[in-house]
């Protein structure tokens, strides 16, 4: 069974920093691109960040620019997405999802609107509040 696993939500303050995890079973990250969305209640997606499956490219939303950062650990099992500076707004709910489709492979992007996302795990939760 296919399933992605995100982790290291909690609730902090404003300034704070958390460490999301993604990490998968059954497959491996290292031959997709990934994206991490967020959704807070009442609100709509938001991509936040992606990563390419190639050259590591990324790309960030620009409500989180300069304060997230989006990685993949050296073995190529996990995806990470650094927040810093984090701001009450910032508060919902974090997934990660892989976009497997060839073309975005081939062509080495990424997407944090539109693409062609498909899996993607439960969430974590990020609450930033004082």
């Known amino acids: 069974q296919l399933q992605l696993v995100e982790s290291g939500g909690g609730l902090v303050q404003p300034g704070g920093s958390l460490r999301l995890s993604c990490s998968a079973s059954g497959f491996t990250l290292d031959n997709y691109a990934i994206g ?17 499956s190639g050259s590591d490219k990324t790309k960030y939303a620009d409500s989180v ?11 190529k099992t996990a995806v990470y997405l650094q927040m810093n500076n984090l701001k009450p707004e910032d508060t919902a709910v974090y997934y990660c999802s892989t976009d497997r489709s060839y073309s975005t492979s081939l062509l080495d992007v990424c997407f944090i609107a539109g693409g062609s996302y498909d899996y993607r795990g439960q969430g974590t939760q990020v609450t930033v509040s004082s």
């Open 36 to 52: 991490w969305f967020r959704q807070a209640p009442g609100k709509e997606r938001e991509g936040v960040a992606c990563i390419t």
């Open 65 to 75: 620019k300069g304060r997230f950062i989006i990685s993949r650990d050296s073995s």
